[in-house]
């Protein structure tokens, strides 16, 4: 077991994680769950942990499945640090261990810090931007709606509806924003890329002075040097992007937040091919979840 944080030895002793069985044989609260991977949140001193603890665990449902290659709790927290170094807001990496049986794995598991008064960029969409007033889409069916620029909102062209405070609303969206597009930005400058960049990956801190963004769960991100490589990781952050941003917003909403992340220069050819292929991309995945 590896520990990334001083305060480890008291916190463990705080949860009862003296031992590794104890960390993997944790059951209680959880989060999610996939065939192989278990989340859980738990509660420490409030004062100091205002967030909370997440455990990540892997058992491995084969004993060669990650023969000799890192698990992906290890990738993830390389991946924070490469991020942390870039400048990107993410969760602190506190412990992180793996049992293993002549180069496979046993299993394995990863402690972060939670992130205080915070929410997943899809669930502030669903508790906030459901209540703005949508515009129609041009282009589109009658019917097609969606929210238009923050900056339309703040003029006071559009309002929000049952939102206890609609003004807050359009300049948190201004905010995020220019947050995201400066995050992802500065990330492929760095030539680093997430490859699951979704809604439910990106973290909301929302507090009364204005709301921060964080970064979590990237064991499938690296850095890409090869041209070809690193457009396709453009291609797929992007992608995870839309996906459901085509929901809520018009697409000069959109334009106009790629214009933010590619610095406000102009739109050429080379921004328009990646348009069309972040629209393949999107299409792609639908089909494959469709099984078509």
């Given amino acids: 077991m590896i520990t990334m944080d001083p305060r480890w030895g008291e916190l463990a002793k705080l949860l009862g994680f003296e031992r590794y069985s104890a960390i993997i ?32 665990k892997i058992i491995a449902d084969g004993w060669y499945r990650y023969f000799l290659r890192p698990a992906k709790v290890y990738l993830e927290a390389k991946n924070y640090r490469r991020m942390d170094e870039i400048g990107i807001p993410v969760p602190k990496v506190l412990a992180i261990g793996e049992r293993r049986f002549l180069g496979g794995l046993i299993d394995a598991f990863l402690l972060t810090a939670g992130v205080e008064d915070a929410m997943t960029l899809e669930e502030y969409a669903e508790r906030y931007w459901n209540k703005v007033e949508h ?35 359009a300049a948190e969206m201004e905010e995020i924003f220019e947050q995201l597009a400066g995050i992802v930005r500065k990330m492929h400058d760095a030539n680093f890329f997430h490859i699951d960049l979704q809604w439910r990956n990106i973290l909301v801190q929302r507090r009364p002075e204005g709301v921060k963004l964080f970064l979590i769960d990237c064991p499938r991100g690296g850095r890409r040097w090869f041209w070809l490589r690193r457009r ?61």
Wanted: charged share 35%; glycine share 12%; aromatic share 8%.
């Fill in 25 to 56: 044989g944790y059951v209680e609260n959880p989060v999610s769950q996939t065939s192989i991977t278990r989340v859980h949140r738990l509660e420490a001193d409030k004062n100091e942990w205002r967030g909370g603890i997440f455990l990540k």
């Fill in 135 to 169: 515009r129609d889409v041009p282009g589109r069916r009658k019917g097609r709606r969606g929210i238009p620029a923050p900056e339309e909102m703040a003029r006071g062209e559009v309002h929000s509806a049952g939102v206890e405070d609609g003004g807050r609303v």
């Fill in 232 to 292: 396709n990781g453009i291609m797929h952050d992007l992608a995870g992007l839309d996906k459901l941003a085509s929901l809520y917003f018009t697409p000069r909403t959109r334009l106009n937040w790629y214009k933010k992340y590619v610095g406000g220069r102009g739109f050429d050819r080379q921004d328009r091919a990646m348009l069309w292929r972040v629209r393949w991309e999107i299409e792609h995945r639908r089909q494959r979840r469709d099984g078509r």
